[in-house]
């Protein structure tokens, strides 16, 4: 109970932030080297749109909405990413859903994104309604699940 109650107690703020400013493009950086390691390339963080979440100041996560190589308005869901000590209290799902606003305001179709062996973040996937799909032109490793977000017909 005590652990529910403290989870409850933390305050996230969830805003898009402007990647061309580069006290912010190295915080992203900073983040992704923090979240990822060395597993993931570093985005472009100079193509799309970025949030950042913070506690008191401190950032905790990351997330992109880029274009998609899959065609015209289509997004792309990119490394939505939460440290390790802020994890389980629903930061990638509300990303998620911070993007998925986004895109409707865009006049984006739908949003697709890869995971790979990472059954926390496929799990959000599902949660927040996203489906598995086989794309005909496969972009990420071997082993990787593709997900894909219808957002207006």
């Known amino acids: 109970m005590a652990k529910q109650a403290l989870r409850r107690l933390r305050r996230f703020r969830i805003r898009e932030v ?3 400013e580069p006290d912010v493009v190295d915080t992203l950086k900073d983040l992704h080297a923090r979240i990822f390691l060395d597993r993931a390339p570093l985005p472009d963080f100079d193509v799309g749109h970025w949030w950042m979440a913070s506690e008191l100041g401190r950032p905790t996560a990351f997330a992109g909405l880029v274009p998609s190589v899959l065609g015209g308005g289509i997004g792309y869901l990119s490394r939505v990413g939460v440290l390790r ?3 389980g209290h629903g930061l990638q799902r509300r990303m998620m859903r911070a993007i998925e606003q986004r895109a409707r305001r865009s006049d984006l179709c739908c949003i697709v994104s890869d995971t790979t062996s990472n ?3 496929a799990n959000n996937f599902i949660r927040c309604g996203y489906v598995l799909f086989e794309p005909a032109q496969p972009w990420a490793w ?7 977000k219808m957002i207006r017909a």
């Open 18 to 20: 402007d990647a061309c």
């Open 85 to 87: 000590e802020c994890c």
């Open 119 to 121: 059954i926390i973040s």
């Open 142 to 148: 071997g082993n990787s699940l593709y997900w894909r």
